[in-house]
Structures are given as structure tokens and as C-alpha cells.
């Protein structure tokens, strides 16, 4: 039977950030020249989990499927909203799904950044931040590690509506460092939280990356996710 991987995304309001899951998963299609790859959303978005995988069943004989949460920490997405949805997908087709770890607050991911930043500069991490003890502890390990790989400062700032974070971190990096930090923008997609970091980067006069969803970087993790399930 021929494989099904279904990157399973949040989903989102802003078209933009469904375009750009849509891209990772052509792109990792050609990246892995074998199984078939779709996308399914958690919230806003469509199919749900259960009608990506019901549209593939009905077009074919594909049995082995496996999730690969498309989210940067083990926060209440990953731990509850994922696990729902398989749930529901397992039931409806009456099938066993493998899922992968999320991507995860991979230093990967941040030294793909770090190629848009000015060689020298702090930088403040600018993130979805939330409640999990889990995703703190692993930002500010991301944090430290990055800083170590590269001599930078950094530091970790949860993006808001006011941007009120990003100043303070920023103003606090200018201030122990006398140079102008960069905010780099800890999201896959484009849409609000990308918004909101580019917004405070203007209101500042600071430079802020771009998304990760276009990043070689992504790719491999994605990769190494699969990779690691069929080990598991």
C-alpha cells in the first residue's frame, strides 16, 4: 500500500498562511520522491485530518498514514487539538495513524535566521509565547544555544497586538549592548503573528526575518520526523 504523509497545520484566517503550508507540502513531495503528501488543518482551514485522508482513501489504496504536526512546541496544539483530530481520522476510517513529533524550536531553524541578520547584532526572538512551562523552557534553551553558536546576544520576547514585549527586549538589548538588535520572526507561516513582528520592527526602525516556511532547513526536519517513525 502506498503511504499518505498529511502535514497537519493550525490553520489560520489570513489565506497567506494556508498558501504557504500548501508550498511546504509540494515542496517536501519533491524532497521525498516516494510517499504522497497533503495538508489538513486543525482550525479555519479546509479538509479537517478526517477529510484529507478520506479524499485520498477514495482516489486509491493508501492505508499507512502519518501525521506530521506542522507546530513549533509541545504546547496545548500539539497536546491536545493533534491528538483529537487523530482520534476522530482513526475512528471515522477505522485505520491506526503514526504521528510524528512537531517541528519543534529547532536550532536549525534559528541559524537559517540568523543568515538574515547583520553579522554582530542581538537579536530578539520573537515568538507566539503561551502558557506551557514546556515551550518556555525550550525557547530559552533555543535561546542560549543560539547565542553560543553564533557569539550573539539573544533573547526571547513574546509577540503581541501592542508589540509591547519586542520594544522592552529590544531596548533592553540596545541598552547592554550598544548596537541595534533585529527581531527575528519565530513562525512557520505568514499571518498574524508575522504581522505583528513586522509591525513592531517598524514602529522601532529594526529589521525583522521573514517566516521559516521557505527555509531548506524545514524540509530536513520534516524529514528526520518521518524518519523517525518509520524507527520508532
Not at 491536545?80 to 483530530?85: E, S
Not at 515568538?127 to 553560543?148: I, K, P
Request: some cysteine; hydrophobic content about 50%.
Amino acid at each position: 500500500m502506498a503511504a499518505l504523509v498529511v502535514l497537519l497545520a493550525h490553520g489560520s484566517p489570513d489565506p497567506r498562511s494556508s498558501a504557504a503550508v500548501e508550498d511546504v507540502a509540494t515542496r517536501l513531495q519533491a524532497f521525498l520522491a516516494g510517499p504522497t503528501v497533503r495538508v489538513a488543518y486543525l482550525n479555519h482551514n479546509w479538509p479537517t485530518l478526517t477529510a484529507a485522508i478520506g479524499r485520498e482513501r477514495d482516489a486509491g489504496s493508501i492505508q499507512n498514514v502519518v501525521v506530521l504536526p506542522l507546530l513549533l512546541s509541545n504546547a496545548s496544539h500539539a497536546l491536545r487539538d493533534v491528538p483529537a483530530a487523530v482520534a476522530d481520522a482513526e475512528r471515522d476510517h477505522r485505520i491506526s495513524i503514526v504521528v510524528g513529533e512537531t517541528v519543534g524550536l529547532d536550532l536549525s531553524l534559528a541559524l537559517a535566521l540568523d543568515t538574515q541578520i547583520a553579522e554582530g547584532a542581538p537579536i530578539v526572538v520573537a515568538w507566539a509565547s503561551g502558557r506551557s512551562q514546556q515551550a518556555q523552557t525550550s525557547m530559552q534553551e533555543l535561546a542560549l544555544a543560539w547565542s553560543a553558536q553564533t557569539g550573539r546576544e539573544v533573547i526571547a520576547a513574546a509577540a503581541t497586538d501592542s508589540g509591547e514585549f519586542l520594544s522592552t527586549a529590544a531596548a533592553d538589548l540596545q541598552g547592554r549592548t550598544n548596537r541595534q538588535p533585529a527581531l527575528a520572526t519565530f513562525t512557520l507561516f505568514p499571518g498574524v503573528l508575522a504581522d505583528q513582528v513586522q509591525a513592531a520592527a517598524d514602529c522601532l526602525g529594526l529589521t525583522a526575518t521573514t517566516p521559516l516556511f521557505e527555509q531548506p532547513a524545514l524540509l530536513e526536519i520534516l524529514t528526520q520526523r518521518l524518519s523517525q517513525t518509520t524507527h520508532a
